[in-house]
């Protein structure tokens, strides 16, 4: 009897055969010699789409962020300053000796201005303007944020504290009506 003769085929070391002709895994249609890699350009437009989309999020946000916190940089020197001012009138009694020289010497890390003086928060710069109203000393201080509202604080010898932050072009302590306009909050 004859054998009929079959092609051996090779194995491989786990015992699998090995594949022949088309089903070798090489794609067909292309030199296997020069193989193609990289993106393509929809999938490069994908990725600039989406960057897109997030930066559309992003940068409203930031700048949404930005002006509050520029706000309260005003508010905490003028904050600063009233404890200035307090410290000084628990010796004397009252506002009379409040002056930009006499804020310095108790807080070296703000710059005092005169009353009628334009005064940024930027520059870490306080407006300030004392006076009597109804037999009451008071101060007035005011600085200017960046975003542009300007922050006044009036703190009386009976010890109230009131408020304003009205959108001005200067900035300036004696601006401020002592009897008009104050609230308990900015």
Not at 1 to 18: F, I, N
Not at 26 to 47: A, C, K, N, Y
């Amino acid at each position: 009897m004859a054998r009929h003769s079959t092609p051996r085929r090779s194995l491989r070391p786990d015992g699998r055969r090995k594949p022949t002709g088309r089903r070798s895994g090489r794609p067909q249609g292309r030199p296997t010699d020069s193989v193609q890699s990289g993106f393509s350009m929809i999938e490069l437009m994908m990725v600039i789409c989406v960057m897109s989309i997030l930066l559309l999020i992003a940068v409203p946000t930031f700048v949404g962020a930005r002006k509050p916190a520029e706000d309260r940089h005003a508010q905490s020197i003028l904050r600063s300053s009233l404890v200035a001012a307090r410290t000084g009138s628990a010796d004397t009694g009252d506002y009379a000796w409040v002056t930009p020289a006499a804020l310095q010497s108790e807080e070296s890390s703000v710059v005092y201005l005169a009353g009628a003086a334009h005064a940024r928060a930027t520059l870490n710069e306080v407006s300030v303007a004392t006076g009597v109203h109804l037999g009451d000393t008071y101060v007035i201080l005011s600085s200017a944020s960046a975003a542009g509202r300007c922050f006044a604080v009036k703190v009386t010898t009976s010890g109230a504290n009131s408020y304003q932050a009205p959108a001005m072009a200067n900035c300036n302590a004696v601006a401020f009506d002592p009897a008009v306009g104050w609230s308990s909050d900015w």
